[in-house]
């Protein structure tokens, strides 16, 4: 099994940051490089093409884009922009996303909106102008895109903890990304639920690659690092813990950190967090914990490890110590120059056109 390494990057940076992190971080030998699609950040097309110019191997995509805030043309114009910027390197990330509701947003029938997203997309990708009427989205006949792609299939990544999402997975997607683990025990717990969607479409589960990231925080200050990283993994355990069937972590203890954090007092809130559920929900500390950490999740069976941000006590700082400090300490075979592993090629849904997904 191929294995990857790859960063993801908060979009809270200036314009040149990106592309200096990029090159580093190329040059250091990772993968993949993703950029979150959070709430009230930067839009990540923009880190996201200024990266593209800066580098010539890794893979680079959102995780991810919102079938609620974008629509489906709008997704792959994005898409197509990344993939003619880094001549066929993008991957594209979809996922219901969080805490619309700020901004006025339903999420009504995700998994289907979810699915004919996706549906709809790789259509226009693909050049197919039949038309398409689904529950969520519809594209008029004749409805095309009038521009040249890269590829009419970029590999698709859907964002997902839950059975429903995996299982949608298990059937359109190339990987499914857990975001804010680092938990090897949800490994065997997510390929169960993508074994469902995988079997009704006649796929091997072995298809979808499961890329396992959290808040990273390496310093050859282990306690200065962890001290950091439990500030940061404060203010989502809430989410996490309840999302994590495997991690127990006690009702009381997340609703102590979750009254501090509403207080504003995020230092405090991460001071309750022990040991033990910090390594569930963030690589943190010295680069031989933070590698040990990554390599459990490898030896469970995962195709990525993405370090996210803050990655270090300071962005370069943290980026340049994950790469020359825990990536040699990593036991993986030897990646794929330029692209997604063989299985995810195959997996991104088999199709030269739309293969069309049923509703249901």
Known sequence: MTVEIGLGLQSDKPAGAYARLARRAEECGFDVLTVFGDL?????????????????????????????????????????????????????????????????????????ALRECAEVVYRLLS??????????????????????????????????????????????????KVGGSANPAMVPVIRERLRAGAARDGRRVDDVGIVLGAVTVVDRD??????????????????????????GVPADLVARVTDLVGAGEHAAAGRLIPDDVLDLFAFAGTPERVAERAQALIDAGVRRVEFGTPHGLTDEGGVDLLGT????????????????????????????GPREVEAG
Request: charged share 15%; aromatic share 6%; hydrophobic share 45%.
């Open 325 to 352: 400090a825990v990536l040699p300490l990593l036991r993986r075979p030897p990646t794929v120059a330029g692209g997604p592993p063989a299985a995810a090629k195959t997996a991104t849904t088999g199709r030269t």
């Open 40 to 112: 009230m950040y930067q839009p990540p097309i923009f880190p996201l093409l200024e990266m593209a110019a800066a580098t010539e191997r890794v893979r680079l995509g959102p995780a991810c884009l919102n079938p609620y805030s974008m629509a489906p043309y709008e997704i792959a114009g994005q898409v197509a922009a990344l993939d003619l910027a880094s001549r066929g390197r993008a991957y594209l990330g979809l996922a219901r996303g969080t805490w619309l509701g700020a901004v006025g947003i339903a999420q009504p029938r995700p998994i289907a």
């Open 127 to 176: 050049g197919d102008s039949a038309g398409y009427t689904g529950e969520v989205f519809t594209l008029a006949p004749g409805t095309a895109l009038r521009y040249r792609v890269w590829r009419p299939d970029p590999p698709l990544l859907l964002g997902a903890w839950g059975a429903r999402g995996a299982a949608l997975a298990g059937r359109i997607a190339a990987e499914i």
């Open 222 to 247: 282990g306690e200065a690092a962890r001290s950091r990283a439990r500030t940061e993994v404060a203010m989502y355990l809430a989410v996490v813990a309840d999302l994590d069937p495997t991690a």
